[in-house]
């Protein structure tokens, strides 16, 4: 029985490892040669402004469709820089029309369409009414004395982000919205008395901004160092504040202050022009004092009529610069230390302040670990009793005035309150801007996808579901929702408890302890991500699924420039395709480029999903990038487990709109008048013959990593962990996944979907929830092995301090006597526990070698990989991550099938003859062409002694035959170029003296006649090697197109081509854009041959264009 039950288990496994495999080794070849539509990539189809036409979009449509491109994401947005015609607004009626008109043709062409929910992002739109807007809690104090009878207007609380005022970020802008929607949307609550210790002496005071921008926020500008300076959130010129939208800082005393001057010092050319000093006294509006002009060297004292009052504002009303204002000091005369709104830590800790992070484009581990920070012990800050505080919340009349008999002693009133958050969508072209959805509300959801997805549904008829597969959202780039109209209910339900009772904790109240407190702020943070998960993108795939169409989003970040409390694993398990990005550089810079590659990649191996998408290639390069230069990029992408790519981006055009035309303000631009596009469908089936491969089977790692309970939590790119050294793979998984999902077989943790492990690794951390340490309690029990120190309580307020007991006691038995020091492995159950002992270590221990390792080379080399299995057959692709040639000996663990060597180039699959088997692995000696890559197939059975014939798996090619002499080169007049021109020798076209191809860009057709040397007739194999080209060249030989070359070794093979004599050689050669554009630069509009919304230096340097050559002819036996 025991045995049938396992043979059933083996069975479904294997089944599921191969789910995603292609029926038979035919087909996995036959899709190589020709990847099917699934495997090809998709674009962003920006409708810029809204500007389109049928004949434009058409023409997109069909050029996508004959180089090699699947499917389109139409996305709607602004961000081009320039004035440009009017258009149809997003969702009015002639945008529907064009969004018809689009989706007929894809049907017409087989390609697939997915569409942004809103115009910009994040998502909402001019449709979102204050009910269903993104919303912020809100809280204000009045500190009273008793006993009395207190008879007044409580505070109205002011949210502590920027709400309302419009902030520029990138290319993008938040439309500021009035005060008033602000004002009418606040609603109530809880008003609370909370005890306090009496005030020593002077009041206190908290100062808060209107904006700022994240790595200079207002406490730059009071922590007594001149050297920082708060600057507001512009970033723009017309971003700086003027009499209608103007800037502040505020201070807020707990009691009546005065004062008769303050000091100010800016930065010379950068600080205050002009500015009011106001006062209030906390409910009445604000009156000004004094108003001052500055010079351009700033102030430092500044008198004023001497005034009391417990609120003063400096509001700045222009600038010396046009993006923004910079303060590097202020403060009130005699002014007490100054109590940034709330604590720091608090404030990130509590959900209403962005993390450390993707805001300076910085590690994501700070991120992650900032709201971790334990709290401090014996602090000496006054500690609440819960049963101590008062609710008032029924005596407050909906005015906000107060009628209450003050208990003796001092109180702190309290007012929580909850509004919109003034967030809108980035970059919305015209009519389309308006407030960002409220996240974290599933009727909020339901509203939204009913104004947008439900009437392009519509459009769509017959072809929704068959043609519109797929509704999309953009990056989190949204500010900070933090509270909804049902986040009471919501957090009672997945946290268990009431939250009013601690609600003073989020204005910096210390209730119960310190640690009550920090716990309660855990329970708050995962309310929000689960409110996030749940309410937003798991209701939009819900509402999505019911209509017949799926979504992807870019749910898990990068979330620039603020970071929401959210599970990003578990947001983008809720999509059908997760989703991540990454950018391409000037000069490569390890793991800059990859923002969320292997976040992405892991969600959908853990939540079972076949695709991992990313937005790929933004850069602000324009046009400044090749295929080459690309595709070391999209390589460790590859590798990190992307296998769809969303080429960013392809802006339509339309024909009167001219060439290049209007693009966005972010690249790579991928569209019919790019010079290159003519030779793109090379590169694009490359992308297309990788894609295809890593779409099969399953992901091959041997450790899961558990990155743990908190929010905000986010992978980090991929690396190699010290502990686990070189040579193997990983995935990451939340807990949702190790609860759910998570089970073992044969000593392996399994996955539903076939996913398997060797290892569980546990973070670096000591608090662990209780259900999970249940969890691991069974899949150890079950035979699993798990690493990873020991708990010691939860972090949470659930069931507390029952809670802690219970960890303790788990942990006590699965750990038993391992401390991670003097005994660093526990047998419990039919698995292991494993504390202090590095993972290699335990691999190799248990004879799991590394999958994929490399001798050769020397310390600069740097090979790449990623493996995924399918059935039977192995598959590793690997890549040279340097600009440089490399020749390894490449081990791979696998034995008993014949290697075979994939070149996704060239789509030739051929058997390596050079190999050998030790040890229940395989070594291939592998050659690498500058950032070159390859695919490494085992799939047919060969004995396990067997081995190549061959010393070498690559021809060796002999001393070049060079092409010399001069060259008859066509330029096309009407880019002006001359029509025919002799060069004597092979140079860079802005080193030649004639204007019209110094500036040239686009496609010159180089000429030559040539013999072949009697040494070389004969020759089995022969390539033409073109040397450097700039940028991408297709090469015809005596009438016969030899293909595209774009990336080293810039070769074709001529072998059937050439003869003896006689030979009629032509190289089309196509450069880049920007010499063109350099030149127009600098030319009246009238003279121009190009037009573009991008902006150039006339004085720029010219790029390197053109055949450099040496170009010569190889041969090898």
């Not at 909804?484 to 119960?512: C, M, N, Q, W």
């Not at 692995?921 to 050659?927: D, F, H, N």
């Amino acid at each position: 029985m025991m045995m049938k039950t396992v043979l059933i288990m083996m069975t479904s496994y294997l089944l599921a490892a191969g789910s995603h495999a292609a029926t038979t080794q035919q087909d996995l070849a036959q899709g190589f040669r020709n990847p099917p539509n699934a495997a090809k990539p998709r674009v962003y189809w920006w409708w810029l402004m809204s500007l389109v036409s049928k004949e434009g979009i058409t023409k997109d449509l069909e050029e996508m469709a004959a180089k090699g491109i699947g499917g389109v994401l139409i996305f709607d947005c602004a961000g081009v820089g320039v004035p440009m015609p009017a258009a149809p607004s997003f969702m009015s009626p002639g945008w529907r029309e064009n969004f018809r008109h689009a989706l007929r043709e894809a049907d017409r062409l087989g390609l697939e369409v997915s569409v942004n929910m809103c115009s910009g992002w994040d998502a909402g739109g001019p449709w979102i009414t204050p009910d269903h807007a993104s919303k912020h809690f809100q809280q204000s104090e009045l500190i009273i004395t008793g006993p009395q009878k207190f008879s007044g207007t409580l505070p109205k609380p002011v949210g502590d982000t920027p709400a309302y005022r419009e902030i520029a970020i990138g290319v993008g802008t938040r439309p500021a919205a009035p005060l008033s929607a602000q004002e009418e949307n606040y609603r109530e609550i809880t008003v609370q008395a909370v005890p306090r210790k009496a005030a020593p002496g002077r009041p206190r005071v908290r100062a808060t901004a209107s904006s700022a921008q994240p790595a200079h926020p207002v406490e730059k500008a009071l922590d007594g160092v001149p050297q920082t300076i708060w600057v507001s959130g512009g970033y723009e010129p017309g971003d700086a504040p003027t009499r209608e939208r103007p800037e502040w800082i505020r201070f807020e005393f707990d009691a009546p202050f005065t004062a008769g001057s303050l000091r100010l010092l800016s930065n010379e050319g950068y600080g205050p022009r002009s500015f009011d000093l106001q006062v209030s006294d906390g409910s009445a509006p604000f009156r000004t004092v004094k108003s001052f002009e500055l010079d351009r060297k700033g102030a430092e004292a500044l008198d004023f009529p001497e005034t009391t009052a417990r609120v003063f504002r400096l509001l700045f009303t222009s600038s010396y610069t046009e993006e923004n204002i910079h303060v590097r000091e202020v403060s009130l005369a005699n002014m007490p230390p100054v109590v940034i709104s709330v604590d720091p830590l608090l404030a990130i800790k509590s959900g209403r302040d962005s993390f450390p992070g993707f805001g300076e484009r910085g590690p994501i581990r700070p991120l992650v670990e900032a709201p971790l920070t334990e709290p401090q012990k014996d602090s000496g800050r006054f500690v609440v009793d819960p049963k101590k505080i008062i609710d008032l919340s029924d005596k407050v009349a909906p005015d906000g005035t107060l009628e209450w008999d003050v208990p003796p002693g001092d109180w702190t009133i309290v007012r929580t309150g909850y509004a919109c958050n003034g967030d809108q969508i980035m970059c919305a072209s015209p009519g389309a801007a308006g407030p960002c959805v409220d996240f974290l509300s599933k009727e909020a959801t339901d509203f939204h996808f009913k104004h947008t997805a439900e009437l392009l549904l519509e459009d769509a008829g017959p072809l929704a579901g068959k043609t519109l597969k797929y509704f999309h959202e953009d990056s989190w780039e949204a500010g900070l929702p933090n509270w909804s109209a049902t986040f009471r209910e919501d957090f009672e339900k997945f946290r268990g408890y009431d939250p009013i009772p601690y609600l003073p904790v989020l204005a910096g109240h210390v209730v119960t302890s310190e640690e009550v407190s920090d716990r309660f702020l855990y329970d708050f943070r995962k309310t929000i991500g689960d409110c996030l998960a749940e309410n937003h993108y798991g209701r939009l795939a819900e509402l999505a699924h019911a209509r017949g169409v799926k979504i992807h989003c870019e749910a898990g970040g990068p979330c620039y420039p603020r970071v929401p409390p959210l599970d990003a694993l578990k947001n983008l398990g809720r999509t059908d395709i997760p989703m991540g990005e990454f950018w391409q550089s000037e000069q490569w810079k390890e793991n800059g480029q990859h923002i969320a590659g292997k976040q992405t990649a892991a969600a959908a191996h853990i939540y079972g999903k076949t695709l991992a998408a990313a937005e790929a290639f933004t850069s602000t390069r324009y046009y400044r990038e090749d295929f080459h230069d690309l595709k070391p990029t999209g390589d460790k992408a590859f590798c990190e487990g992307i296998n769809r790519f969303f080429l960013h981006t392809w802006t339509s055009s339309r024909p009167q709109d001219g060439v290049p035309g209007f693009e966005y303000a972010a690249g790579t631009h991928f569209n019919r008048n790019v010079t290159w596009w003519p030779m793109a469908g090379a590169f694009m089936s490359y992308i297309s013959r990788c894609q295809f491969l890593l779409q099969q089977g399953l992901f091959v790692a041997d450790v899961c990593y558990y990155y743990g309970d908190n929010t905000p939590n986010q992978v980090e790119v991929k690396q190699v962990d010290p502990s686990l050294g070189p040579g193997y793979d990983y995935d990451v998984c939340n807990a949702e996944v190790l609860l759910t999902r998570m089970e073992v077989r044969d000593g392996r943790i399994v996955l539903p979907d076939g996913m398997s492990y060797r290892m569980l690794v546990l973070p670096d951390r000591r608090t662990m929830p209780v259900e999970v340490v249940h969890k691991l309690k069974s899949l150890v029990e079950a035979g699993a092995t798990v690493v990873g120190p020991k708990p010691v309580r939860d972090p949470g307020l659930k069931n507390y301090p029952q809670c802690d007991a219970e960890v303790t006691q788990l942990a006590n038995e699965i750990w038993g006597d391992c401390d991670g020091q003097h005994v660093r492995e526990h047998r419990y159950g039919k698995g292991r526990i494993f504390w202090g002992k590095p993972l290699r270590d335990i691999l190799q221990a248990d004879a799991v070698p590394p999958t994929f390792e490399y001798a050769g080379g020397d310390e600069k080399s740097f090979l790449d990989f990623i493996q995924r299995r399918a059935g039977e057959t192995e598959i590793y692709f690997v890549c040279n991550r340097n600009e440089r040639s490399e020749s390894v000996d490449a081990t791979f663990r696998v034995s008993g099938k014949q290697p075979e060597l994939w070149d996704a180039l060239t789509g030739v699959m051929r058997p390596a003859v050079a190999f050998r088997q030790e040890a229940g692995r395989t070594i291939v000696p592998l050659e690498f062409e500058p950032y070159g890559s390859t695919f490494v197939i085992f799939r047919k059975p060969i004995a396990a002694t067997a081995a190549g014939k061959q010393p070498c798996n690559y021809p060796v090619w002999t001393e070049p035959f060079e092409l010399t002499g001069g060259w008859d080169v066509a330029f096309d007049p009407k880019w002006g170029g001359p029509e025919s021109v002799r060069f004597e020798k092979l140079v860079s076209w802005p080193d030649r003296e004639e204007p019209g191809i110094k500036h040239y860009s686009g496609k010159a057709t180089y000429r030559k006649s040539f013999d072949l040397p009697d040494a070389q007739h004969g020759a089995q194999r022969l390539r033409l090697n073109l040397g450097v080209v700039k940028n991408v060249a297709e090469v015809r030989l005596n009438g016969l197109n030899l293909g595209v070359v774009w990336t080293a070794p810039f070769s074709v093979d001529i072998t059937k081509a050439v003869k003896p004599a006689d030979n009629k050689l032509e190289i089309d050669v196509i450069n880049l854009w920007p010499n063109r554009l350099i030149a127009d630069a600098g030319l009246p509009h009238e003279k121009r041959l190009t037009m573009t919304s991008q902006r150039f230096d006339p004085k720029a340097p010219l790029l390197d264009s053109g055949l450099l050559g040496p170009v010569a002819v190889q041969t090898a036996q």
